[in-house]
């Protein structure tokens, strides 16, 4: 199924943490493409830069395993900054080839295939809050890279950096959605879903593709981790999804997507009304 994808905000190439990936990959998740407009709140108090984390001089153990002396919800993760945000369930294709995260990966393999993802830009920098990537599929070629298929597990916030050579390892907390009190979330969740068909619908027209019934988009998911699957549809919008992550209620990640979506299908409804007048435009 092809959904429309997101205008890029920002260009990746001038990163200042990039890491090695490969920009030919297969994209990780179904797309929403150009033409969604986000949501007009403010992202800024949403991006920390690590730079403002306490460093660390205490060295750090090769299996990456939780101190005791710490509380049991603090825990040391190797850290993969990158262009993209990734979601709790989404899978994410990777190719490693830069020399630090291949001692990373060889590491990973023999321990726990989890790291950290956190989102970097030149613009906002790096932001403290990401998510799990677990390995679920590797391939080490002959050269010493890496194939790597990962899978979004847990959120996290950076607490305390422990140290960035050869690459980042930060202590984090786990980051779970605070219960949403009385607000109907399967109807919010319905109401995302029925913003997404009309998305895809009018952005196939526009594209000249077939205005088919569009398929489950819910596929019987709960609402929080729907509103994750809602988010990682977002490509082309990072600094937006940033901000879908971070958020800790899923009734405001629902409501935020819907706006997005609301504004996006004015904006085709819009488009599509010019082209029944204009047809050649």
């Known amino acids: 199924m092809a959904l429309p994808q997101l205008i890029p905000s920002h260009?990746?190439?001038?990163?200042?943490?990039?890491?090695?990936?490969?920009?030919?990959?297969?994209?990780?998740?179904?797309?929403l493409k150009?033409?969604?407009?986000?949501?007009?709140?403010?992202q800024s108090r949403r991006f920390h830069r690590l730079s403002s984390l306490r460093?660390?001089?205490?060295?750090?153990?090769?299996?990456?395993?939780?101190?005791?002396?710490?509380?049991?919800?603090?825990?040391?993760?190797?850290?993969?900054?990158?262009?993209?945000?990734?979601?709790?369930?989404?899978?994410?294709?990777?190719?490693?080839?830069?020399?630090?995260?291949?001692?990373?990966m060889h590491t990973l393999l023999h321990t726990d295939l989890r790291f950290g993802v956190i989102y970097s830009d030149s613009?906002?920098?790096?932001?403290?809050v990401g998510?799990?990537?677990?390995?679920?599929?590797?391939?080490?070629?002959v050269d010493d890279r890496f194939f790597?298929?990962?899978?979004?597990?847990?959120?996290?916030?950076?607490?305390n950096v422990v140290r960035t050579k050869p690459y980042l390892v930060a202590e984090v907390n786990w980051l779970e959605d605070r219960p949403s009190g009385d607000e109907d979330l399967e109807g919010l969740a319905s109401e995302v879903e029925t913003y997404m068909k009309d998305v895809i619908r009018l952005s196939n027209r526009l594209n000249g593709k077939p205005e088919?019934?569009?398929?489950?988009?819910?596929?019987?998911l709960f609402p929080t981790p729907f509103s994750f699957f809602v988010g990682?549809?977002?490509?082309?919008?990072?600094?937006?999804?940033?901000?879908?992550?971070?958020?800790?209620?899923?009734?405001?990640?629902?409501?935020?997507?819907?706006?997005?979506?609301?504004?996006?299908?004015?904006?085709?409804?819009?488009?599509s009304a010019v082209k029944d007048v204009f047809p050649s435009s």
């Open 55 to 104: 460093a660390s001089a205490s060295s750090f153990p090769d299996h990456h395993q939780t101190d005791p002396s710490k509380p049991d919800d603090v825990v040391e993760l190797p850290i993969f900054p990158l262009p993209l945000v990734l979601f709790p369930g989404a899978i994410l294709p990777l190719q490693i080839f830069e020399f630090r995260y291949r001692i990373m």
């Open 34 to 42: 150009s033409f969604l407009k986000p949501s007009s709140l403010s």
């Open 212 to 220: 088919k019934e569009t398929l489950d988009l819910r596929r019987n």
């Open 232 to 271: 990682s549809t977002f490509e082309g919008a990072p600094r937006e999804q940033q901000a879908l992550l971070e958020l800790e209620d899923t009734a405001t990640r629902l409501k935020r997507e819907k706006e997005t979506l609301r504004n996006t299908l004015n904006y085709l409804s819009a488009a």
């Open 131 to 141: 998510c799990v990537g677990e390995i679920v599929k590797h391939e080490r070629l």
């Open 123 to 128: 613009v906002t920098g790096t932001t403290d």
């Open 11 to 31: 260009s990746s190439s001038s990163l200042t943490h990039q890491p090695s990936i490969n920009p030919n990959a297969a994209n990780p998740y179904p797309m």
């Open 148 to 159: 790597l298929i990962c899978k979004g597990q847990e959120r996290f916030r950076i607490t």
